[in-house]
């Protein structure tokens, strides 16, 4: 089965200062696609940012990078100088079939706070 | 550009009553997508239509729940009978093309409470 794991309910950071959100997946496929999405109160899901497994280089986005390790299946987000408006639950998502217009699989998300 | 439309964003029911949720993809987007979010947890797809075409349905509960995308724009989904256990969010999606993997747009979803 595929799946994606994220093991921190919860995480804490003072605004400014930069936080590591976890996450590892599980597929047998070798072409697959890794999103980070952010759900706001509001429970609007926003694509963050995305990550091809092809590529080698790990994808930025201004603030937000990610550690993509391959072998080891994951899929880290970084958040440099984190904002209040950063607070929200981030969820990892994978389209693990092999390419195409699939569905998602989501992990339980992340709560991430931000400390002013 | 108008984003993915849902209605109605909040819905109270008794079990065993019939309940439809509505969406309104971005225009132009042939790929649309039901989700399920359960409380703390991440959403699960429920289906996937490609156009007019259900492509995946395989996670719908089929004995209550039904969904259709007339004309391959608007899409409806249906539980009937609901029951406790269906108090959720759904969720709707949309993106565009048939090749490689696409940004999936959401909607606000519609949180769903049975009593």
């Known amino acids: 089965a595929q799946t994606v794991t994220q093991s921190q309910p919860e995480m804490s950071v003072q605004e400014a200062e930069t936080v590591t959100l976890s996450c590892t997946y599980d597929t047998s496929e070798s072409d697959y696609y890794l999103f980070w999405y952010k759900q706001p109160p509001s429970r609007q899901m926003i694509l963050v940012i995305r990550q091809e497994a092809y590529k080698q280089q790990n994808a930025t986005e201004n603030r937000f990078s990610v550690n993509f390790q391959k072998a080891a299946k994951s899929f880290s987000l970084k958040i440099s100088d984190s904002q209040l408006g950063d607070a929200a639950m981030y969820f990892c998502a994978a389209s693990l079939s092999g390419g195409g217009a699939d569905g998602l699989t989501f992990g339980k998300g992340t709560h991430l706070i931000i400390q002013p | 550009e108008a984003g993915v439309v849902q209605s109605p964003r909040y819905k109270i029911i008794e079990k065993k009553q019939p309940v439809a949720f509505w969406c309104n993809p971005i225009s132009g987007h042939n790929t649309l997508y039901w989700y399920r979010q359960n409380l703390g947890q991440g959403p699960e797809l429920l289906i996937r239509?490609?156009?007019?075409?259900?492509?995946?349905d395989s996670q719908l509960p089929k004995d209550r729940f039904s969904a259709e995308r007339l004309k391959g724009v608007d899409s409806t989904l249906k539980i009937q009978p609901a029951e406790l256990g269906d108090s959720a969010v759904y969720l709707c999606a949309s993106s565009y093309g048939l090749a490689g993997v696409l940004e999936q747009y959401f909607g606000p979803g519609t949180r769903l409470t049975v009593t």
């Open positions: 239509y490609e156009n007019e075409e259900a492509v995946d």
